[in-house]
């Protein structure tokens, strides 16, 4: 069982930035692949951003990608969300999510466990 708590969200102006944090504790948590996704109100949940077991390998969402870095510390058991240049589009609710068995899917159903989420509301 793994325990996946987010951190970092808040209130932000457009092209301003934030620090997302997720921290994890149970197993080990280098065995897993972490993920972000966001859900925004009415909208379905998708994917943002993924990394690999090692951190070696990322991919992102097309409309994040060159705004937002995913990275993982695994010594601390943190995957981390740093998002630049935010966008009012980008508000939704943040949440990580843990893959026990792929490198990093974008796809939501094939991760094993999720954090509660935290709010990243960005205004005009």
């Known amino acids: 069982q793994v325990h996946l708590v987010e951190s970092g969200g808040g209130l932000v102006q457009a092209g301003g930035s934030l620090r997302l944090s997720c921290a994890s504790s149970?197993?080990?948590?280098?065995?897993?692949?972490m993920g972000w996704f966001r859900q925004a109100p009415g909208k379905e949940r998708e994917f943002v951003a993924a990394i690999s077991r090692s951190g070696g390998r990322t991919r992102y969402e097309d409309s994040v990608k060159g705004r937002f870095t995913i990275s993982r510390d695994n010594a601390n058991n943190t995957v981390y969300l740093q998002m630049n240049s935010l966008k009012p589009e980008d508000t939704a609710v943040y949440y990580c999510?843990?893959?026990?068995?792929?490198?990093?899917?974008?796809?939501?159903?094939?991760?094993?466990?999720w954090g509660q989420g935290t709010q990243v509301t960005v205004s005009l």
């Open positions: 999510a843990a893959d026990d068995y792929g490198w990093g899917s974008s796809v939501g159903r094939e991760y094993d466990y």
């Open positions: 149970g197993r080990t948590f280098s065995r897993y692949a």
